[in-house]
């Protein structure tokens, strides 16, 4: 039930509200309303309110009447009692009477609470509270008019009894259902009497949900809540595979059909044998015939099953990781590497299992359930009810043992997902763990969360153990029960053959009844399967839902592009520290071919500029430009071929380097190697056997910082830039390294629009343009020697860079310091 669109500042509420046609009441948000928790809310009702609590009543009211008038004699009095209806000896009425209520009353309660809740979310629509005095009104009137009807017809009926000899009375049900009745009304006018009480209450119990942009509805902290995942929806993933599934079931079902007949020939053999050899050789080769063609059938539903499930899981894996690899860079800032990788193996390996085996296992077991069940009516319907006896008790285990399942599953997984993260944490740092002797620290760490599970795990091992015993002690008394009723029905049979059952039919109904309990079995453990599969799916349809905040797809792409940047006004801060600004109301230009260096005190904003040319991130406020276009409007990978980038810790990936070098385009052999000669990266790697073909290990360790360096900068000039974007790539190497990858950095230079953060002052000396960037604004900006004459931020950054150097006062005097 929608209610009206409001700002979800604490704050007052516009004072001007927008009436829609529909009635409903647009408030305009406010401007100072946080961007996480933006657009607008709504409201709806808890599952638990009176009028849901009326509206059962009324509807048990119904079910009542109807049953016990149902119910009352054999067919020749249930006729006279419509056809030669009288008031007092006939209570056809009062199921009409219940049945109206189901229809007509619940309908008005529930128009009389959307119209009263309408107006307390709209007040200043008149209609609202006019028509929920109407339907009040209504409500009452007819609420009081079948009280009055029932009381009536209930005295009428005890006055015969006790003053009129001649009352020929009623079948017992009839006289329930009036004594149902005049309670179920009476019950009903009352709770009608109190609705003025209950409805006013529904401003205080209502429950508001905020919504964002897209539709997500946010918790309070202003984060998505996690929609559920119903079955339904799980199984519309397997929908690209229906064409196996389908001829799989037809496999299924003659599988199953042969395991229904051959309890029922079983018990004919039994027959038989009592009979003559001829007609016992006959039910013999009719179950072997059952036999072979079942077994074809289940070898063909296993192999298309099993083949669907295999393609189920391949496309699932790659939709999922096309999902996951699309979002932003900050959804990778706030969720766990591992975790993720672990909804990619684990979760969707879970999916794979309930949609393919599982939904075998439960199409079989029901059908065979279902088969059973018919032919044991068929040989035997009193028998059959014995067993049936124990349904209930069954059915409604199940539903409360399913929904806890499915949290417990899900919590499993959970943690399980946090282990994996842990784990793939410490094994791709394990270089750093054994340096600090940490190993018994990333121990107790995965421990911790294994724990975790292992707690989860213990739950649910009481919970389906407890539920198992449960089922399988009713189920066993029902097959008792089965035992001493069949074994009365044979006794019966040998003392008057025209009575009870054969020791045939016995046989087909033990076994039979044995075959259902192991049904009932095998589905109680797929349920659990089932609600982990939910679980699971959850997690994998809330990653594939998922809209990137920064779309990878569309926009401009330009004919011409010169390398022109320009920030405006630019104010950010990441998604995982959102107070904390990083860049404060930043405004510069960069014109096309200019190298401009930023320095400035660590955490100043430095890298944070480069990443957003890349657009890593968005900024909360002001724009980014590249060749005079807002980068929010350009193609992201259209202009990310123009931008090149090396980070001052590269990432290369375990695989040649060749592979490494070419990551961005295609390239031939000549064009790889004239991009290594470029970042003097060529002559290390024709000292390895393999040369280009040379494998550099997981992220590049079999490589020196230097050669790794290298081996980055071919693969930014392969892409030929226009823009090249350097994040301090020479800090962190030895003074022979530093020489030769800023011989490399020296050319990749030449022709291009370049952002360099330096450390070395001979690069600060080469740039057009020097910013220093300093919380988040720049502090000061202009050439090397311009900035060396203001005596300021950047003059004590260069004093104290030349701290350690023995050539201070010559250096200070060659720049007249």
């Known amino acids: 039930m929608n209610g009206n669109t409001v700002s979800v500042n604490s704050t007052a509420y516009s004072s001007v509200p927008n009436v829609d046609a529909n009635g409903d009441i647009n408030v305009e948000t406010t401007p100072d309303v946080d961007f996480r928790i933006?657009?607008?809310?709504?409201?709806?009702?808890?599952?638990?309110?009176?009028?849901?609590?009326?509206?059962?009543?009324?509807?048990?009211?119904?079910?009542?009447?109807?049953?016990?008038?149902?119910?009352?004699?054999?067919?020749?009095?249930?006729?006279?009692?419509?056809?030669?209806?009288?008031?007092?000896?006939?209570?056809?009425?009062?199921?009409?009477?219940?049945?109206?209520?189901?229809?007509?009353?619940?309908?008005?309660?529930?128009?009389?609470?959307?119209?009263?809740?309408?107006n307390i979310q709209h007040p200043l629509q008149r209609s609202f509270k006019r028509n929920a005095r109407v339907f009040h009104t209504?409500?009452?009137?007819?609420?009081?008019?079948?009280?009055?009807?029932?009381?009536?017809?209930?005295?009428?009926?005890?006055?015969?009894?006790?003053?009129?000899?001649?009352?020929?009375?009623?079948?017992?049900?009839?006289?329930?259902?009036?004594?149902?009745?005049a309670c179920f009304s009476l019950l009903e006018f009352f709770m009608c009497l109190w609705s003025f009480v209950a409805l006013r209450k529904l401003e205080s119990i209502r429950v508001i949900h905020r919504v964002n942009a897209k539709g997500e509805e946010l918790d309070e902290e202003g984060k998505p809540i996690e929609k559920d995942v119903d079955i339904i929806r799980l199984i519309t993933l397997a929908k690209p595979e229906s064409g196996l599934i389908c001829f799989g079931l037809i496999g299924l079902l003659g599988q199953s059909v042969g395991s229904i007949l051959s309890p029922m020939f079983f018990g004919r053999i039994v027959d038989a044998a009592q009979q003559d050899?001829?007609?016992?050789?006959?039910?013999?080769?009719?179950?072997?015939?059952?036999?072979?063609?079942?077994?074809?059938?289940?070898?063909?539903?296993?192999?298309?099953?099993?083949?669907?499930?295999?393609?189920?899981?391949?496309?699932?894996?790659?939709?999922?990781?096309?999902?996951?690899?699309?979002?932003?860079?900050?959804?990778?800032?706030?969720?766990?590497?591992?975790?993720?990788?672990?909804?990619?193996?684990?979760?969707?390996?879970?999916?794979?299992?309930?949609?393919?085996?599982?939904?075998?296992?439960?199409?079989?077991?029901s059908l065979q359930i279902i088969g059973s069940l018919s032919l044991m009516f068929y040989l035997k319907s009193s028998l059959t009810g014995v067993l049936l006896a124990v349904m209930p008790v069954v059915s409604v285990g199940a539903v409360h043992y399913g929904k806890y399942m499915k949290k417990c599953r899900r919590l499993f997984q959970d943690h399980l997902g946090e282990a994996g993260s842990q784990a793939e944490e410490t094994l791709s740092s394990i270089r750093t763990v054994r340096m600090f002797s940490a190993e018994e620290k990333a121990r107790d760490e995965y421990k911790h969360y294994i724990d975790q599970s292992y707690c989860i795990g213990k739950k649910i091992a009481v919970v389906e153990g407890g539920y198992m015993g449960v089922v399988g002690m009713a189920v066993q008394g029902g097959v008792l029960l089965v035992l001493w009723y069949g074994g009365k029905l044979l006794h019966d049979n040998t003392l008057d053959p025209s009575t009870g059952i054969s020791a045939g039919v016995l046989a087909s109904f033990l076994m039979y009844t044995l075959s259902v309990s192991m049904c009932f079995g095998v589905l109680s453990s797929v349920l659990g399967n089932f609600m982990q599969a939910v679980g699971a799916s959850g997690r994998i349809f809330t990653l594939m839902d998922r809209l990137p905040e920064i779309d990878t797809e569309v926009g401009l792409a330009p004919i011409t592009f010169e390398g022109e940047i320009e920030f405006k006004n630019v104010d950010f801060s990441y998604p995982?520290?959102?107070?904390?600004?990083?860049?404060?109301?930043?405004?510069?230009?960069?014109?096309?071919?200019?190298?401009?260096?930023?320095?400035?005190?660590?955490?100043?904003?430095?890298?944070?500029?480069?990443?957003?040319?890349?657009?890593?991130?968005?900024?909360?406020?002001?724009?980014?430009?590249?060749?005079?276009?807002?980068?929010?409007?350009?193609?992201?990978?259209?202009?990310?071929?123009?931008?090149?980038?090396?980070?001052?810790?590269?990432?290369?990936?375990?695989?040649?380097?060749?592979d490494n070098i070419t990551y961005g385009r295609l390239a031939s052999d000549k064009e790889v190697m004239e991009a290594a000669k470029q970042a003097n990266a060529h002559n290390f790697i024709m000292t390895f056997d393999d040369g280009y073909d040379t494998l550099v290990g997981e992220r590049g360790m079999s490589l020196s910082g230097g050669q790794k360096q290298r081996i980055a900068i071919a693969r930014a000039l392969i892409m030929d830039p226009v823009i090249l974007l350097l994040d301090e790539a020479t800090s962190a190497l030895d003074a022979e390294s530093e020489h030769l990858v800023q011989e490399a950095i020296d050319r990749a230079m030449k022709g291009r629009t370049v952002?360099?953060?330096?450390?070395?002052?001979?690069?600060?000396?080469?740039?057009?343009?020097?910013?220093?960037?300093?919380?988040?604004?720049?502090?000061?900006?202009?050439?090397?020697?311009?900035?060396?004459?203001?005596?300021?931020?950047?003059?004590?950054?260069?004093?104290?860079?030349?701290?350690?150097?023995?050539?201070?006062?010559?250096?200070?005097?060659?720049?007249?310091?």
């Open 277 to 365: 050899m001829d007609a016992l050789d006959l039910t013999v080769v009719t179950v072997l015939g059952i036999y072979i063609l079942g077994s074809i059938c289940s070898m063909a539903k296993g192999c298309l099953f099993t083949l669907a499930g295999h393609r189920l899981v391949a496309r699932l894996r790659m939709k999922l990781f096309d999902a996951i690899i699309r979002q932003e860079v900050a959804f990778f800032d706030q969720n766990r590497t591992g975790e993720l990788c672990n909804r990619l193996s684990s979760d969707t390996q879970v999916v794979q299992n309930c949609l393919t085996v599982n939904v075998a296992t439960l199409a079989k077991n």
């Open 38 to 118: 933006q657009s607008r809310t709504w409201y709806s009702l808890p599952a638990f309110r009176f009028v849901n609590v009326v509206q059962t009543i009324l509807l048990l009211d119904a079910v009542v009447s109807i049953v016990l008038w149902l119910t009352g004699g054999n067919s020749l009095y249930f006729v006279d009692s419509i056809v030669q209806f009288h008031l007092t000896e006939s209570v056809f009425d009062l199921a009409v009477l219940g049945a109206c209520k189901a229809t007509v009353i619940v309908s008005f309660y529930h128009c009389l609470e959307e119209t009263m809740f309408k």
């Open 138 to 181: 209504l409500v009452v009137f007819l609420s009081f008019v079948f009280l009055a009807f029932s009381a009536t017809k209930g005295g009428l009926v005890l006055y015969s009894i006790l003053q009129d000899p001649s009352y020929p009375g009623m079948h017992s049900t009839y006289y329930a259902l009036v004594v149902s009745a």
């Open 576 to 658: 995982n520290r959102p107070d904390a600004k990083v860049l404060k109301d930043l405004s510069f230009s960069v014109c096309p071919g200019q190298m401009v260096a930023l320095v400035g005190p660590s955490g100043g904003g430095k890298s944070t500029i480069v990443t957003m040319i890349e657009r890593f991130y968005d900024p909360q406020k002001g724009a980014i430009f590249l060749g005079g276009h807002d980068l929010k409007t350009l193609d992201p990978s259209w202009f990310r071929r123009k931008i090149a980038m090396v980070s001052q810790e590269p990432t290369l990936f375990a695989c040649s380097i060749r």
């Open 755 to 817: 952002i360099v953060i330096a450390h070395r002052l001979s690069t600060v000396q080469n740039a057009h343009k020097v910013m220093v960037i300093d919380q988040g604004h720049i502090a000061e900006h202009g050439t090397h020697l311009e900035l060396m004459l203001k005596n300021g931020v950047y003059k004590r950054l260069v004093l104290r860079q030349l701290m350690a150097s023995d050539n201070k006062s010559e250096i200070l005097r060659e720049h007249n310091m």
